[in-house]
């Protein structure tokens, strides 16, 4: 039985197929695709358009090969959405993320609920960037004048496939507007903000079984299949694929984001919880993702580019480890390198306000990049253990950020920590078990992790 994960990031989208054979999870990449945002108009936004035209081929390209999958899922980043009208058409652009226009309407939500209140009741950290500001900039100019419906980007990627509109959990849980105990939409929170209660859907857990392709899909591409929600924001899928038997298991999902955190059975938003800014977002099994956004691999994307891609992700790394000299910490965190013009000029410039040598050369840009990313983690584990309670023995890295041998080892160092490498397609491989489970050939998630760590390579950094 074929399972099809549709695995989309921010910087490209893959199709994976995976199947169970001899107790062990194989997986088959069977499409790629680039993704990016596009300027327009002075904004940045997806284009969905061509994202699920995207889709389309990808399934297509499984006919062509005769590999017909069971069930199909899709995941992507979190936060953004599209809105739709009466008649179920998209209502503008689906803004992205680092678009920076809630630099006001962040502040002038708070003006009508405390970020204090919020956090209280939904858990979710303050990012300029939350799905509460984009909506509330969107109730400033009109745009939610007419929508009938808010669907995140998974969801709405999952409507265009099967035709049903539902709200997947995971996904939802990180508009900061999902209430962390119960799971469901906080309209009390929501009636504050003054936002239409109509435009949200009816939560659905991951592997609920939306049905099949419409005739459309259908006949665009040859087949049919189940259209099975996977724990639809990357991250969640991610930490399903973490092959570790405790319950409380401590892992970095690293890709263009690192999501460090550890997984509970109930939310922490208590006082503590807010003055670090962890978030409590929604796991597969109504677990919480108790974690911190950690700006990952998207500084060294960002110098790949300027330095026009002619350095690979592993030549990046071992420059950055010959330039000791730049092993100093500055805040790779913060909203400056969120989407700057130059990112090699804004750590130049960070560089310079703190009086410390101003790197110049790939490697030597990188090895601050890195450096700064190991103490952020180490720092961010020690306020996880002081919160949970829990000291934790053994990090996980799953992703494929986790591919990266320099940064594994200055993590291993900083944090004095048991490091563990991969599965470095934690995604995919997630978004696949969590199609296996609801089909029934896997049990439940115990299961599936233990068929993670006996089909990939996980290694121990020395």
Not at 417 to 439: D, W
């Amino acid at each position: 039985m074929y399972y099809l994960a549709i695995d989309i990031g921010a910087s490209s989208g893959r199709h994976i197929i995976g199947n169970l054979k001899d107790g062990k999870l194989q997986l088959q990449e069977i499409y790629r695709f680039p993704n990016g945002t596009t300027e327009k108009d002075g904004k940045l936004v997806w284009d969905t358009e061509l994202l699920f035209s995207h889709v389309i081929k990808g399934l297509k390209e499984c006919k062509n090969r005769g590999i017909i999958p069971y069930s199909v899922g899709i995941d992507t980043w979190g936060v953004d959405y599209a809105l739709l009208d009466q008649n179920d058409q998209l209502i503008g652009d689906v803004y992205a993320y680092r678009d920076l226009r809630t630099k006001k309407s962040s502040e002038l939500t708070h003006e009508q609920v405390a970020f204090s209140e919020i956090y209280k009741s939904t858990g979710i950290q303050f990012n300029l960037f939350n799905t509460v500001y984009q909506l509330y900039d969107d109730k400033l100019s009109g745009k939610l004048d007419n929508a009938k419906c808010m669907l995140t980007v998974p969801d709405y990627l999952h409507y265009l496939l099967s035709g049903v509109k539902v709200n997947e959990y995971t996904e939802a849980s990180t508009t900061a507007l999902i209430n962390a105990q119960t799971r469901d939409w906080d309209f009390e929170l929501i009636e504050k903000l003054g936002f239409p209660k109509c435009i949200f859907n009816k939560i659905a857990m991951p592997g609920t079984v939306l049905g099949g392709f419409t005739q459309k899909v259908k006949e665009l591409v040859g087949f049919d299949s189940l259209v099975v929600i996977p724990a639809s924001h990357d991250t969640a899928s991610a930490v399903m694929a973490v092959p570790a038997s405790d319950d409380n298991p401590l892992y970095i999902s690293s890709g263009t984001w690192s999501l460090l955190g550890t997984e509970l059975k109930n939310p922490i938003t208590d006082q503590k919880a807010l003055e670090f800014n962890m978030t409590n977002e929604g796991g597969y099994a109504n677990t919480i993702r108790f974690l911190k956004n950690i700006s990952g691999m998207w500084a060294i994307q960002n110098l790949k580019k300027e330095f026009n891609d002619q350095y690979s992700f592993s030549e990046i790394a071992s420059l950055a480890q010959k330039e000791s000299e730049f092993a100093y910490e500055i805040d790779i965190n913060g909203d400056r390198f969120l989407s700057p013009k130059s990112m090699s000029e804004e750590i130049k410039s960070c560089a310079k306000e703190m009086g410390k040598p101003i790197p110049q050369t790939i490697g030597q840009l990188a090895n601050v990049v890195y450096y700064s990313l190991a103490q952020l983690y180490a720092k961010t584990i020690e306020k996880l253990q002081t919160i949970t309670g829990i000291e934790y023995k053994v990090l996980n890295v799953v992703g494929g950020g986790s591919q990266n041998v320099y940064l594994n080892a200055l993590t291993k160092t900083a944090t004095k920590k048991v490091v563990m490498v991969g599965p470095t397609e934690g995604t995919a491989a997630g978004n696949i078990l969590a199609q296996a489970i609801s089909s029934g050939e896997i049990k439940d998630i115990k299961q599936g992790r233990k068929i993670i760590s006996d089909s990939f390579g996980i290694s121990e950094v020395e």
